[in-house]
């Protein structure tokens, strides 16, 4: 059998006149299309990035506190879930010395006229008893740990706790959140306090 060739032979179109006789949807976009998207997403970002990044730091910041503030309060008044034979294994300053703390320095040493604590003043700055095993009272510390730059008295902002006070009773511990004042102080933004109470 032969074969049948093309009657007409194939029809060559230049590249040029192909790429001009496209339809707009079958073409790319053009680089200054792009450039201006581009912008555009440019400065969007610019107004929103750093919002959402304050908000986030923000949050951090205030879960870090929160934390550390559990961490306070353990060590201030116990922790009563943690048992062994019925006994409080978590028992906290209070507990052993019989009065809350007068500054969170006394979470960390007994003798706070010496060393970095020496110029560290406070009302009722005194050396603790030691610890007695047979009466299970006095220090038995440190109750939270020092990173020697008495982090522990500072939130994530950097601002120092405060023990939240009603008359003489003293009912929790208090961060001044974000904005660094507690509420009642002038200035001071809506309630952003951070509290815990014992």
Do not use: C
């Amino acid at each position: 059998m032969a074969r049948f060739s093309s009657l007409t032979p194939p029809r060559r179109v230049p590249i040029i006149a192909s790429v001009n006789g496209t339809s707009r949807s079958d073409r790319g976009f053009t680089l200054i299309e792009l450039l201006v998207v581009i912008s555009v997403l440019g400065i969007l970002l610019a107004f929103f990035v750093p919002t959402i990044v304050g908000r986030i730091t923000t949050n951090a910041r205030r879960v870090a506190t929160m934390q550390e503030m559990r961490v306070l309060h353990d060590a201030i008044v116990g922790d009563p879930s943690q048992t062994m034979n019925g006994e409080m294994v978590v028992t906290g300053f209070k507990n052993d010395i019989g009065r809350f703390p007068r500054d969170l320095v006394e979470l960390v040493t007994a003798n706070p006229f010496d060393g970095m604590y020496a110029a560290l003043p406070y009302i009722g700055k005194e050396t603790l008893p030691a610890w007695d095993p047979y009466i299970k009272k006095g220090w038995n510390g440190p109750y939270v740990r020092e990173d020697g730059d008495m982090g522990y008295r500072y939130d994530s902002w950097g601002n120092a706790y405060r023990f939240l006070v009603d008359g003489t009773e003293t009912l929790g511990l208090q961060s001044a959140g974000p904005d660094g004042l507690f509420l009642g102080q002038p200035g001071a933004r809506d309630s952003d306090d951070i509290k815990v109470r014992f």
